[in-house]
């Protein structure tokens, strides 16, 4: 079963204009990590989060991370076009195995040019 | 460094049948996990194999199965297979040491 959800379940934003998706998870984790998928392909890796860190960078990307809400965000700075795809948040759950992920239901964003 | 690959991309086959799909990790990567994914209950976890050894398996009935080979690739079985079985499965692969998944394209199964 999913671990958690995440919301908007669909996004659509104008080129320029920033993103921001949720991901909430149920229980303890190690890290959190934040995907990408392009129209039903395979998943890319954005960004990971350990349970200890509370923000992280990564060029257009910023990631929080607050483990006493059991929450995340991922936020697209500029988005541009090419940003169109489906997010997927996924944890690793503490005591079950380094990488069994357990991902969230997705954020459907779609960029307008 | 070559990707993760996987074959075949895409796969028919009817009901009762059984299928094989293949996975290549990245080079030196001896960590490879398998997870479905379907519309109506997103992405989960299949299993993991690290040496040629499952260490851990997902909530998925025993006609879904793994091996993996000395040189890290793995195959997944899925016998008698059902309609709901129809999904993108995807491999992913890890270092030793990392946590971080590295997922190949997918191969897409339909069962009619």
């Known amino acids: 079963s999913q671990q958690g959800e995440e919301d908007p379940q669909a996004l659509s934003i104008q080129e320029g204009e920033n993103a921001t998706m949720n991901c909430s998870y149920k229980?303890?984790?190690?890290?959190l990590q934040w995907y990408r998928q392009n129209s039903g392909r395979g998943l890319v890796h954005l960004i990971l989060?350990?349970?200890?860190?509370r923000e992280k960078h990564s060029g257009r990307l910023r990631v929080t991370l607050d483990t006493s809400k059991k929450s995340s965000s991922l936020l697209i700075t500029a988005s541009r076009a090419a940003d169109t795809a489906s997010y997927f948040c996924?944890?690793?759950?503490?005591?079950?195995?380094?990488?069994?992920?357990?991902f969230g239901s997705g954020t459907r964003l779609q960029v307008q040019p | 460094k070559a990707g993760v690959t996987q074959t075949p991309r895409y796969l028919i086959k009817t009901r009762g049948q059984q299928v094989t799909l293949s996975c290549s990790p990245i080079s030196g990567h001896r960590s490879v996990s398998w997870y479905q994914q379907t519309p109506g209950q997103g992405l989960q976890f299949l299993f993991e194999?690290?040496?040629?050894?499952?260490?851990n398996k997902g909530n998925f009935p025993g006609r879904f199965s793994g091996r993996q080979f000395s040189n890290s690739r793995s195959e997944m079985n899925v016998s008698t297979l059902e309609l709901g079985d129809s999904a993108l499965y995807l491999c992913a692969s890890a270092g030793a040491a990392e946590e971080t998944q590295y997922f190949g394209p997918g191969t897409r199964l339909l069962v009619l």
């Open positions: 989060i350990r349970s200890n860190e």
């Open positions: 194999y690290f040496s040629e050894t499952q260490r």
């Open positions: 996924a944890t690793v759950q503490r005591g079950t195995g380094r990488r069994a992920l357990t």
């Open positions: 229980t303890s984790i190690n890290n």
